[in-house]
């Protein structure tokens, strides 16, 4: 037993340790006896103690001694800090320490305590307090363990030998610092030969050269970690390495035969697949990827073949039509080859194949071929009914050659302008045309075979319809012309132009002029402006609202057809009173009503007294109708000409709601003198009520016989129990027109020629209500 002593010169503390090298002193000096002492120097040590200790006794740590003590008992000894009490305990007698429980040095390598001696009796300390370690040394009681494990690794097949897979790491808990608890050396279990391991950095490798995917893909290898240097008595651990080899393109693609046969039907549409040729190929992915291509055969540009990017099979796709009468059978000489190819490995053979492919064309009953799918024809809109327009062609495609028939579909000349000869083809015109409603006209013509009927061709018919000189010039709006009163001799007031339906193909060229009665009027002039407009100028001034509002000026308007055709259109002149930049303020007859004094305000002041007095009339009338009461809907929508009876009949027996044979004779209803509802008071007002007598039933009875005639007529009409609607009104009507407009034709005494003198704003009711008095179209 070593003794670890603490000097502390005339008088401290000493500690005593077992069996441990020692490590070092703590000394202390003093003069001039006890009472003397000197600044300390200290050199200190440590306590050890192993882990994993399983006696029954406590465990002796060391001694804890003072040089006080002279072994008389005044002396007691005091332990601080980590662990005291509860891990380590000391004899306040001797000193001497001794650990409770078993320590793992994994968990806490080292304990700080503090020791001090006392005084027994006043308990004050003998010695300062000092501090010291107690240092937990390691034993072999943890095995190596592969943290990251298991772990999963991939290498290319065909690798050479000492390719590196994959890493493995184990670590050891024990303390590497002392002894070799903690050295870790690897070794393979299993998966020898194929693999191996370094012993001390974990690198797996390849140990076989030209280990083939295709024949095995995967190996499981079994890695050890040993600890103590891999020697007898260690600790081990292991884990699992999953090695995978992945795919080079090591294998070349073949064709599963040499030679193959496909039918096909010769109605096929272009870039159909008609055949497909299956390649065998060991490797995946990328290294499996196909290419083809038609190296020889008599369909060169008739077929194309290309991969299927999923199966990568070979399809053999149209890229023409196909006709069994020209030829019947077609064969190709086909390649297939990798798309990625490895250099290393073109050692093993070439990565492409061939095979021969024959494709028999079967055949069809096809529908018949025009000449020409799209055709175009001319034809001019003075063309008289049965001219010819143009001719179709078609032909049996097949060796039967049956006879064609043509006609028309319906659908695309719904008012039937065309005929076509079932025979010959021969398109021509069943009804005028006109350019200008329809220019062009698209038709679908059908061909069908003779002898099989359900084979129907069809091609598409443009017919333009040529534009002839048959519609007049006009002018292009509607134009409203103010002039001013103060207007000068000169002066343009209007500039007109012209518009014509037809389209010459020179483009338009109109000519304007006044016509010959108009032509020596004092007032106004017309100038051709030579491009297609022409220019409206007065010839005189002083015009006067008073005099005459209105001038109407008749204009001649011809085109440069051939031959020519022309209008005349007539230019309405008012005159008006126009503020200094010439826009018109009033026109018509209101200057003679401002010469007997009236102003503008006294005029529009008159107005709002009339509107006025209208509306209270209105409302006065609208509150006598309410008093009224009626058997209607109050929630009916007064604007609608429909009166709804919510109520119920009686069946035929009851005659007295509804006179049947009233209503299938109108003749007793004139004779009865309009017999009416019980249950309605007629209170419809005499403004309405006319002298009329209602038309016969005649009209109605003669159309529906004769519609009658023609559904019997029909063999397309409907079943003889439909219901057919007709929307025949008669000649009149028993409540005549409700329209204010018939007041024009009636002896009122009302006049609204006063509408045309409010200016351009009041324009369309003047037109309507207003008798204009101007009878002259030009003044003298």
């Not at 055969?297 to 299927?308: K, Q």
Request: glycine share 8%.
């Amino acid at each position: 037993i070593t003794i670890l002593r603490l000097s502390m010169g005339c008088s401290g503390l000493s500690f005593n340790s077992v069996p441990l090298p020692p490590v070092g002193t703590y000394q202390r000096s003093c003069e001039g006896g006890a009472h003397h002492r000197q600044r300390r120097s200290w050199v200190w040590n440590q306590f050890f103690v192993l882990e994993e200790y399983t006696g029954d006794e406590p465990l002796y740590v060391g001694k804890l001694h003072s040089d006080v003590d002279k072994g008389e008992g005044q002396v007691k000894y005091v332990l601080n800090g980590q662990g005291a009490t509860s891990i380590f305990t000391i004899d306040e007698n001797t000193g001497d320490i001794h650990a409770t429980k078993r320590l793992d040095r994994e968990e806490q390598a080292y304990y700080t305590l503090r020791a001090q001696a006392r005084n027994r009796e006043n308990n004050l300390p003998v010695e300062p307090e000092s501090e010291f370690v107690i240092k937990v040394q390691d034993i072999n009681d943890n095995e190596p363990k592969f943290l990251n494990g298991p772990y999963s690794a991939r290498v290319p097949e065909m690798s050479p030998v000492g390719t590196s897979v994959v890493t493995v790491v184990a670590t050891d808990a024990d303390d590497p610092t002392y002894g070799n608890s903690a050295r870790v050396i690897y070794s393979i279990l299993e998966g020898q030969p194929y693999f191996s391991v370094e012993p001390k950095t974990g690198v797996v490798k390849t140990a076989l050269p030209n280990m083939d995917r295709e024949a095995r893909d995967q190996y499981l290898l079994v890695i050890q970690a040993k600890d103590m240097v891999g020697q007898m008595g260690g600790l081990s651990g292991t884990t699992s390495v999953m090695v995978t080899l992945t795919d080079v393109n090591d294998n070349p693609p073949h064709f599963s035969r040499k030679s193959y046969q496909f039918s096909m039907s010769e109605s096929l549409p272009v870039a159909s697949v008609v055949a497909k040729i299956k390649t065998l190929d060991s490797d995946v992915g990328p290294n499996a990827e196909m290419e083809y291509r038609i190296v020889d055969g008599d369909g060169l540009g008739l077929f194309r073949i290309t991969p299927d990017r999923d199966t990568q099979e070979g399809h053999i796709t149209l890229q023409k039509g196909l006709d069994f009468e020209t030829k019947s059978s077609y064969t190709l000489r086909v390649e297939v080859s990798n798309r990625n190819i490895d250099l290393r490995f073109l050692s093993l053979g070439p990565f492409s194949d061939t095979a021969t492919v024959r494709l028999i064309v079967e055949n069809v009953d096809e529908p018949p071929v025009f000449s020409l799918p799209l055709s175009k024809m001319l034809i001019s809109e003075a063309a008289k009914v049965g001219t010819t327009i143009g001719t179709v062609s078609a032909h049996d495609p097949d060796s039967t050659n049956s006879p064609i028939r043509y006609s028309i579909d319906r659908n695309t000349d719904l008012e039937r302008f065309f005929n076509i000869d079932a025979t010959t083809g021969v398109i021509s015109t069943a009804k005028p045309l006109d350019r200008e409603v329809n220019a062009i006209h698209n038709i679908t013509i059908f061909a069908m075979e003779s002898l099989h009927p359900l084979q129907v061709g069809k091609c598409i018919i443009l017919i333009t319809v040529m534009d002839i000189n048959d519609n007049a010039p006009v002018f292009a709006i509607e134009y409203e012309t103010y002039l001013c009163e103060s207007a000068r001799p000169g002066q343009v007031i209007e500039t007109i132009s012209a518009m014509d339906r037809d389209e010459p193909q020179s483009g338009h060229r109109f000519f304007f002029s006044l016509t010959a009665e108009a032509a020596g009027n004092l007032n106004f002039t017309l100038r051709d402006n030579k491009d297609n407009t022409a220019s409206v100028l007065t010839m005189r001034g002083g015009f006067q609202r008073h005099d005459q509002t209105m001038y109407r000026l008749p204009v001649l308007i011809m085109d440069g057809g051939s031959p020519a055709l022309s209008s005349t259109n007539t230019l309405s002149i008012r005159v008006c009173d126009c503020d200094p930049d010439g826009a018109p303020q009033s026109c018509g007859s209101e200057a003679s009503m401002l010469s007997a004094g009236l102003s503008t305000g006294a005029l529009i002041a008159i107005l709002a007294c009339i509107l006025t007095l209208l509306e209270g009339g209105v409302d006065r009338e609208r509150d006598r109708q309410r008093e009224k009461p009626l058997i209607l809907d109050e929630e009916r929508d007064v604007r609608e000409n429909i009166v709804r009876y919510d109520d119920e009949g009686g069946g035929e027996e009851d005659t007295e709601a509804f006179d049947m044979v009233a209503l299938r004779n109108l003749k007793l209803v004139r004779e009865s003198g309009g017999k009416t509802r019980r249950d309605v008071t007629p209170e419809v007002p005499s403004l309405f009520l006319s002298s009329r007598p209602p038309p016969d039933n005649g009209i109605f009875r003669d159309f529906i016989w004769d519609r009658l005639k023609e559904a019997d007529a029909d063999a397309s009409a409907p079943p003889y129990d439909s219901l057919q609607t007709y929307a025949f009104e008669g000649s009149g009507s028993v409540a005549e027109s409700l329209s204010s407009l018939d007041s024009l034709s009636t002896d009122s005494e009302q006049n609204y020629d006063y509408l045309s003198d409010w200016g351009p704003r009041f324009k369309k009711l003047a037109d309507l209500y207003g008798h204009s008095d101007d009878g002259n179209l030009f003044a003298s």
